[in-house]
């Protein structure tokens, strides 16, 4: 469950499954991102060419439900390994990232808009 564990507990977990099998030899900086992408890019194809409503009753049923999920993991997998091989705290990252974007993304201006920050 979400809410039971924390990102420095997830990141130790994966951290364990890799040393475990010997995989910090393969597991650079330029390596691990190539796999967020790559893993990224197969959750995006599971999209492909689907409507809206599609989409929607493809999240209701177990079978495809469950592989959005076995990608978003993937991902989140190779992300969670990049940022515990070169020591990058994803909370403070994001809390930092969140504060950047406020700024970018005033609500006065960005309220229910999808324009860019250079568009506004």
Request: charge should be negative.
């Given at each position: 469950m979400?809410s039971?564990?924390?990102?420095g507990?997830l990141k130790?977990?994966v951290?364990?499954?890799?040393?475990?099998?010997?995989w910090?030899q393969?597991?650079?900086?330029?390596?691990?991102?190539?796999?967020?992408?790559t893993?990224?890019s197969e959750l995006?194809?599971?999209?492909?060419?689907?409507s809206e409503?599609?989409?929607?009753?493809?999240?209701?049923?177990?079978?495809s439900?469950?592989?959005?999920?076995a990608?978003?993991?993937?991902?989140?997998?190779?992300?969670?390994?990049?940022?515990?091989?070169y020591?990058?705290?994803?909370?403070?990252?994001l809390?930092?990232?969140?504060?950047?974007?406020?700024?970018?993304?005033?609500?006065?201006?960005?309220?229910?808009?999808?324009k860019?920050?250079?568009?506004?």
């Amino acid at each position: 469950m979400d809410s039971g564990v924390t990102v420095g507990e997830l990141k130790a977990l994966v951290k364990r499954f890799c040393e475990e099998r010997d995989w910090d030899q393969f597991h650079n900086a330029k390596d691990l991102a190539i796999g967020v992408v790559t893993e990224s890019s197969e959750l995006l194809d599971i999209f492909r060419f689907k409507s809206e409503d599609e989409i929607e009753a493809m999240l209701k049923e177990a079978p495809s439900r469950e592989k959005v999920s076995a990608e978003m993991a993937d991902a989140f997998y190779f992300l969670l390994r990049l940022a515990q091989r070169y020591d990058i705290d994803l909370s403070e990252a994001l809390k930092n990232k969140i504060v950047d974007n406020g700024r970018k993304y005033p609500v006065e201006k960005a309220k229910g808009s999808n324009k860019k920050y250079s568009e506004m």
